[in-house]
């Protein structure tokens, strides 16, 4: 898999990350415990904890373990709003996400979804997107499905989110396939 650096849609511009994006990820997103609440790690007290996930991100995209993209608003001076990410397996891709606060509740991830998941199934060798989330997350449930994904199921104790509890959660498994 060979990922376009850039990718643009309505609204937004999905781009590959630099390290010099850390603080605007800090300050959109990684310091509040609201936005991390069901993510897989814990909120940043500072922004040097974001550099060394900062530093994996572009070996990761180098190696072609996972590839990320941040998410940029076209308008107010193009404000990062979040991320998004693919981590091909085969002929499988999982997809995963986070957005600022800020921008919740406007389409917005919806529209990285679509954008991303459609440039995943378009090429010859992928044959399904997936992605899970808590089973509490309906917002993010909703958001998978708003970009054509359908439920598969329930995944029991499939996944640790540390700022919910120190035992595996269950995670609603979407897909979209062709």
């Known amino acids: ?18 390290v010099a994006d850390t603080p605007r990820i800090f300050e959109a997103y990684a310091n509040d415990a609201e936005v991390t609440r069901y993510l897989t790690w814990r909120p940043h007290r500072t922004v040097a904890d974001g550099e060394e996930p900062a530093a994996h991100r572009l070996a990761a995209w180098e190696s072609g373990a996972y590839f990320c993209w941040v998410i940029m608003h076209k308008e107010d001076g193009g404000e990062l709003i979040g991320m998004i990410s693919i981590r091909p397996n085969a002929w499988r891709v999982n997809l995963g996400y986070v957005l600022g606060r800020k921008w919740w509740g406007r389409g917005y991830m919806t529209e990285a979804v679509r954008a991303v998941v459609d440039y995943a199934l378009s090429e010859s060798e992928v044959f399904r997107v997936w ?47 062709k």
Do not use: F, Q
């Not at 990922?3 to 590959?16: C, D, G, M, S």
């Not at 994904?149 to 959660?169: K, T, Y």
């Open 131 to 177: 992605a899970v989330c808590d089973v509490a997350n309906a917002a993010s449930a909703r958001v998978l499905e708003k970009a054509g994904m359908r439920r598969e199921g329930i995944l029991r104790r499939w996944e640790m989110h540390p700022n919910l509890s120190d035992e595996p959660r269950d995670s609603l498994c979407y897909a979209r396939v």
């Open 1 to 18: 898999m060979n990922p376009p650096t850039h990718i643009e849609t309505a609204r937004l511009v999905l781009r590959k990350p630099v």
